[in-house]
């Protein structure tokens, strides 16, 4: 998205022109002021937009009240690009300027515009309008959609939308996406990696309200449209686990995974990369480093009698062996407890006495605090069920032996009747 970040110059013009104190109309009957941020959008999807900037209010989007500024100054153009020209894979839109025959002129990066003169603008440019150098700081915030199961009417409803904000729409996952869509978050390879690359996962609304908004209106909060969470039987899900954890990008790092055939390694790989880790092929001839490897389960139909005794070899070895959904429960869980029997040299991130040099630690939210009071309560009250209602007396340890030595007195104590024969024997004696 495009948008216009105000030049300290327009705050000193308002405050110096009569009446500018006061909220600017705009084509669009919002009010807004001169200082404001202004985010670009399209009309239309796939049709240009342009922007008049100028001093009056008619017919004109962006009202600067300056004396230098002309009535019709200069022209903003939001275009669409198709897919052919993303050179980036992050940007369908293009902006440029163009002077409209101004008095006092358009300076770009402080060069002066020639009338009629259209120029692409890039990331930082600043342009200026007029001699008080009223104008802009030129931002381009990358906004790149990847879907997942939605239908095909919400699929292009979407990209209807994404076009709007300029948005590209990628069918596939990949380094350039911001934002991943869905209607509700399931286990799906690409909400596990919009989990290791720490981006929002949103509602289609999102999308759609990013697009109605007006020119000083900012794309929504993401934190305002989080997808409810749909649990599966494989899985156990709650809100927590689908939080922004730094942790999770590097959870698999001096890990390797191996894999017992080459279509589930290519299944899991993207994933397992995602967050740091290593997968290999397994190899009987190959080394085996114990303490790092992990050893994935193959399905039924690779098990075989030669790759259970390799898996008996492993788990001799020191080895984990773990089933292929145990991946993305660590990284559902922030946690190597699930893949680590034995800690590598690196450390694990969620063990303090473990942690690993520079290793990012998980943050407390409050979400996470309460998810971490709750999984410690629940942890005690098992505890406390499956202690014995009764407690051996405590003895110190300096004692313990001599206390273990010692025979106990079985005898009974004297009745009151041989208390008083043997006082009576004592008496008698001379």
């Given at each position: 998205?495009?948008?216009?970040?105000?030049?300290?110059?327009?705050?000193?013009?308002?405050?110096?022109?009569?009446?500018?104190?006061?909220?600017?109309?705009?084509?669009?009957?919002?009010?807004?002021?001169?200082?404001?941020?202004?985010?670009?959008?399209?009309?239309?999807?796939?049709?240009?937009?342009?922007?008049?900037?100028?001093?009056?209010?008619?017919?004109?989007?962006?009202?600067l009240p300056?004396?230098s500024?002309?009535?019709?100054?200069?022209?903003?153009?939001?275009?669409?690009?198709?897919?052919?020209?993303?050179?980036?894979?992050?940007?369908?839109?293009?902006?440029?300027?163009?002077?409209?025959?101004?008095?006092?002129?358009?300076?770009?990066?402080?060069?002066?515009?020639?009338?009629?003169?259209?120029?692409t603008?890039?990331?930082?440019?600043?342009?200026?309008?007029?001699t008080?150098?009223?104008?802009?700081?030129?931002?381009?915030?990358?906004?790149?959609?990847?879907?997942?199961?939605?239908?095909?009417?919400?699929?292009?409803?979407?990209?209807?939308?994404?076009?709007?904000?300029?948005?590209?729409?990628?069918?596939?996952?990949?380094?350039?996406?911001?934002?991943?869509?869905?209607?509700?978050?399931?286990?799906?390879?690409?909400?596990?990696?919009?989990?290791?690359?720490?981006?929002?996962?949103?509602?289609?609304?999102?999308?759609?309200?990013?697009?109605?908004?007006?020119?000083?209106?900012?794309?929504?909060?993401?934190?305002?449209?989080?997808?409810?969470?749909?649990?599966?039987?494989?899985?156990?899900?709650t809100?927590?686990?689908?939080?922004?954890?730094?942790?999770?990008?590097?959870?698999?790092?001096?890990?390797?995974?191996?894999?017992?055939?080459?279509?589930?390694?290519?299944?899991?790989?993207?994933?397992?990369?995602?967050?740091?880790?290593?997968?290999?092929?397994?190899?009987?001839?190959?080394?085996?480093?114990?303490?790092?490897?992990?050893?994935?389960?193959?399905?039924?139909?690779?098990?075989?009698?030669?790759?259970?005794?390799?898996?008996?070899?492993?788990?001799?070895?020191?080895?984990?062996?773990?089933?292929?959904?145990?991946?993305?429960?660590?990284?559902?869980?922030?946690?190597?407890?699930?893949?680590?029997?034995?800690?590598?040299?690196?450390?694990?991130?969620?063990?303090?006495?473990?942690?690993?040099?520079?290793?990012?630690?998980?943050?407390?939210?409050?979400?996470?605090?309460?998810a971490?009071?709750?999984?410690?309560?629940?942890?005690?009250?098992?505890?406390?069920?499956?202690?014995?209602?009764?407690?051996?007396?405590?003895?110190?340890?300096?004692?313990?032996?001599?206390?273990?030595?010692?025979p106990?007195?079985?005898?009974?104590?004297?009745?009151?009747?041989?208390?008083?024969?043997?006082?009576?024997?004592?008496?008698?004696?001379?």
């Amino acid at each position: 998205m495009w948008e216009l970040h105000p030049l300290p110059a327009n705050a000193e013009t308002a405050m110096g022109t009569q009446g500018a104190s006061d909220s600017v109309a705009s084509t669009q009957g919002q009010q807004f002021s001169p200082t404001a941020t202004l985010f670009l959008r399209l009309r239309k999807a796939g049709e240009p937009r342009e922007f008049v900037v100028g001093r009056g209010k008619a017919n004109t989007d962006i009202v600067l009240p300056a004396k230098s500024i002309s009535r019709k100054h200069a022209v903003l153009k939001l275009y669409h690009l198709p897919p052919a020209n993303l050179a980036d894979g992050t940007a369908c839109t293009r902006l440029t300027l163009r002077d409209c025959g101004s008095k006092f002129g358009t300076r770009l990066n402080g060069d002066n515009l020639a009338k009629e003169d259209e120029r692409t603008l890039k990331d930082g440019d600043e342009i200026q309008f007029g001699t008080q150098f009223t104008g802009y700081t030129v931002r381009r915030t990358p906004v790149v959609l990847c879907a997942t199961t939605l239908t095909d009417n919400a699929r292009q409803a979407v990209r209807t939308s994404a076009q709007i904000i300029g948005a590209p729409f990628c069918p596939q996952w990949n380094e350039h996406c911001t934002h991943l869509v869905t209607p509700e978050i399931k286990v799906t390879a690409k909400a596990v990696l919009a989990l290791c690359a720490m981006r929002p996962i949103v509602t289609p609304n999102w999308v759609k309200h990013a697009a109605e908004g007006l020119l000083s209106d900012p794309a929504p909060p993401t934190d305002e449209y989080v997808p409810p969470v749909q649990a599966t039987p494989e899985v156990e899900l709650t809100p927590v686990d689908w939080l922004p954890d730094p942790a999770r990008a590097s959870l698999f790092k001096g890990y390797v995974f191996l894999f017992f055939s080459r279509a589930q390694r290519a299944k899991a790989e993207e994933i397992v990369r995602a967050a740091g880790g290593s997968c290999d092929l397994y190899a009987e001839d190959a080394p085996v480093e114990p303490v790092c490897t992990v050893v994935v389960r193959p399905g039924k139909t690779e098990m075989t009698d030669s790759v259970r005794a390799a898996m008996a070899r492993f788990k001799e070895s020191g080895c984990v062996v773990i089933r292929d959904t145990e991946i993305t429960k660590a990284i559902l869980d922030a946690s190597r407890d699930r893949i680590s029997a034995r800690t590598p040299a690196h450390g694990s991130v969620m063990s303090q006495s473990t942690a690993a040099p520079n290793s990012p630690a998980r943050p407390r939210t409050k979400a996470t605090a309460v998810a971490s009071k709750r999984k410690a309560d629940a942890a005690q009250s098992a505890d406390e069920s499956a202690t014995p209602q009764f407690a051996l007396p405590s003895v110190p340890s300096e004692d313990c032996s001599s206390a273990l030595q010692q025979p106990k007195d079985t005898a009974k104590p004297p009745s009151k009747q041989q208390l008083q024969q043997e006082q009576q024997q004592h008496q008698q004696q001379p």
